[in-house]
């Protein structure tokens, strides 16, 4: 292994210790636990959501898609400080599990699961779907933003429930480069396997989509450069779609700490979709 895809994956490793301690079974203050339900649309453990709803009518739906490289080892635990402080402002918090590499994911089953998680919001009795935002952050940014152009491939070309708006927080959003440049220990690469073609996942290939697209990125972050964010509005104003690159301070994580000025800068950008 080259020097260079060393420091990479080193970087990926020296990253878990944050990521897990995210992780376990912290679920927010019992207040909100008790407007917390977790629902399922599939038979496999990692097909489910946890729905965190305001206390009056929510402004709409916002589906969390945690991040972690596409791995296993990463859950929607990493999602639910951000779901308890989205329906603190209003929003109905769609936290989503799927498949993940190393239990069951992978192409085409990560996206299966993505798509199939947000269209089961059209099972939730009395919710309002009218406006439904994606939020990713890492690889649950590039999760975010393909689901809201999802329609342009056959396979999931029968969409339930549309997104209205995508919100990327230092999403992985151009796979092709990502895997040029080893994001991840080369996780694109495993994420997309033999079969996939990289036009069917890739939301740069995907420009010019139909609905906002909202691109948050820290200044100093190590493991998805800032590039990734730049590179794809970039591709997509060109191409006249509605997409803007928000630049905040702080590294990869900062993103997603509700007590951050970047997470701040992140509910701000939804009050404006």
Known sequence: ???????????????????????????????????VQTVRYGEDPS???ELTLPEATPRGVVVVIHGGFWRAQYDLSLGRPLAESLAAQGWAAWNLEYRRLGN????????????AGIDALADVDGLDTGTVVTLGHSAG??????????????????????????VSQAGVIDLGAAEREGL??????????????????DPRAQVPLDVPVRCVHGTDDQLVPISQSRR?????TQSGADAELVEVDGD??????????????????????
């Open 47 to 49: 097909q489910l959501a």
């Open 1 to 35: 292994m080259h020097r260079r895809d060393l420091l990479r994956l080193g970087a990926v490793v020296a990253a878990a210790p944050w990521l897990a301690s995210c992780g376990g079974d912290d679920r927010g203050s019992a207040a909100t636990m008790d407007r």
């Open 232 to 236: 794809y509005v970039d591709a997509a």
């Open 141 to 166: 940014g590039h999760l975010a933003v393909w689901a809201a152009g999802r329609d342009r491939t056959d396979r999931w070309s029968d969409v339930g429930v549309p997104v209205t708006a995508a």
């Open 104 to 115: 069951g994911g992978g192409w085409p089953e990560t996206f299966d699961d993505v798509a």
């Open 252 to 273: 990869h994580f900062v993103l997603i700490d509700p007590s951050s000025d970047a997470w701040r800068r992140t509910l701000a950008v939804l009050d404006e979709l």
């Open 184 to 201: 991840g220990g080369g996780a694109v690469a495993e994420l997309l396997g033999p079969d996939a073609v990289l036009a069917d996942a």
